[in-house]
């Protein structure tokens, strides 16, 4: 998926690199813990989403000159209770990010998911509309 907007690319890319600043983009984080004040490979934390959502979360590559992260991350908790260990590895996804210039100015942003399909699927429109966010 890919989606463009007038924000520059530095300031794109920023928004992802500060993981606190996630919740200001992406309306389904509600908040993100970590110890990092920025990504890095094997930054760890938690994104917290609505619902008592919890995805543990690793970012396995970060280059910041190419402005590219992937991460991964696997729900453990749904409505503030444990998930059984199959519904968990099924809504396992692995995130590819890459923020650079638009044609015609302003930042392009791009995001390929890897997972069980139905997950994907589920989770495209909400990307989508925090990718929107990310380069408004």
């Known amino acids: 998926m890919a989606v463009a907007g007038p924000a520059d ?3 794109a890319w920023e928004r992802y690199a500060d993981p606190a600043l996630w919740p200001t983009w992406s309306p389904q984080i ?3 813990r970590t110890a990092s004040s920025r990504l890095a490979t094997g930054t760890t934390g938690t994104v917290l989403g609505w619902g008592g959502l919890e995805l543990p979360f690793v970012v396995e590559a970060v280059d910041e000159g190419a402005r590219t ?9 749904a409505l503030h209770a444990p ?13 590819r ?14 995001l390929e998911v890897a997972g069980a399909v139905p997950v994907v699927l589920a989770y495209a429109p909400a990307a989508r509309w925090a990718l929107r966010r990310l380069v408004s």
């Open 83 to 95: 998930l059984p260990d199959a519904l968990s590895a099924l809504g396992s996804l692995r995130l």
């Open 9 to 11: 690319p530095a300031t």
């Open 69 to 77: 992260w992937v991460w991964r991350v696997r729900p453990v908790r």
């Open 97 to 110: 990010h890459a923020v650079g210039p638009a044609d015609g100015g302003g930042a392009l942003t791009t």
């Open 30 to 32: 509600r908040a993100v």
